[in-house]
T-cell receptor, first 110, second 112 residues
Framework: DTAVSQTPKYLVTQMGNDKSIKCEQNLGHDTMYWYKQDSKKFLKIMFS???????INETVPNRFSPKSPDKAHLNLHINSLELGDSAVYFC?????????FGPGTRLTVT | QKEVEQDPGPLSVPEGAIVSLNCTYSNSAFQYFMWYRQYSRKGPELLMYTYSSGNKEDGRFTAQVDKSSKYISLFIRDSQPSDSATYLC????????????FGTGTQLKVEL
């Protein structure tokens, strides 16, 4: 039983396209996150939602828009994809401070 | 000065060695201290989580926090090839919405 799942696992797309990544957690956690891991493996938070409300919004281009239809799901929509968006995107969830990560979505923009 | 400093490695040790991984941090408001392990092409996995100075042990792993020196360590005893991974230190601010600030990760290879 997967705790935090993401789809798709791999995403290859061209510049200018719009794409979405989905995340679901079955842990009953209240808070969910999106992180970006760049080519140097540095992990940085992008967004955090608590009970469907946005609570952390780091300096991220507004082409990135998170959406939380319910507290078990947090999706990430990216408009007008750019080469620099190529990275691995991780979803995570937490109840207190302990965060549990999904397997990641490897996005390649060509 | 970076908020978190972590030697990226790679660190190569023989099987059975004791491994010491370290991070220094500059933000006094960090109150929760974590170590994550990340295997290649996988998500980070929480190994250790503590909020006080001192040592916390879990099997072969010991996490050490020294708040006065702003220094945290992870020790791995009797290292195994399966411990080969990238180890990331991570920190949470109080009142920061549980935002994790990560180190850059140290790549560890345990050789037979």
């Amino acid at each position: 039983d997967t705790a935090v799942s993401q789809t798709p696992k791999y995403l290859v797309t061209q510049m200018g396209n719009d794409k979405s990544i989905k995340c679901e957690q079955n842990l009953g956690h209240d808070t969910m996150y999106w992180y970006k891991q760049d080519s140097k493996k540095f992990l940085k938070i992008m967004f955090s939602y608590n009970n469907k409300e946005l609570i952390i919004n780091e300096t991220v281009p507004n082409r990135f828009s998170p959406k939380s239809p319910d507290k078990a799901h947090l999706n990430l929509h990216i408009n007008s994809l750019e080469l620099g968006d190529s990275a691995v995107y991780f979803c995570a969830s937490s109840l207190d401070g302990e965060q549990y990560f999904g397997p990641g979505t490897r996005l390649t923009v060509t | 000065q970076k908020e978190v400093e972590q030697d990226p490695g790679p660190l190569s040790v023989p099987e059975g060695a004791i491994v010491s991984l370290n991070c220094t941090y500059s933000n006094s408001a960090f109150q929760y201290f974590m170590w994550y392990r990340q295997y290649s092409r996988k998500g980070p996995e929480l190994l250790m989580y503590t909020y006080s100075s001192g040592n916390k042990e879990d099997g072969r792993f010991t996490a050490q926090v020294d708040k006065s020196s702003k220094y945290i360590s992870l020790f791995i005893r009797d290292s195994q090839p399966s411990d080969s991974a990238t180890y990331l230190c991570a920190f949470i601010l109080t009142g920061g919405g549980n935002k994790l600030t990560f180190g850059t990760g140290t790549q560890l290879k345990v050789e037979l």
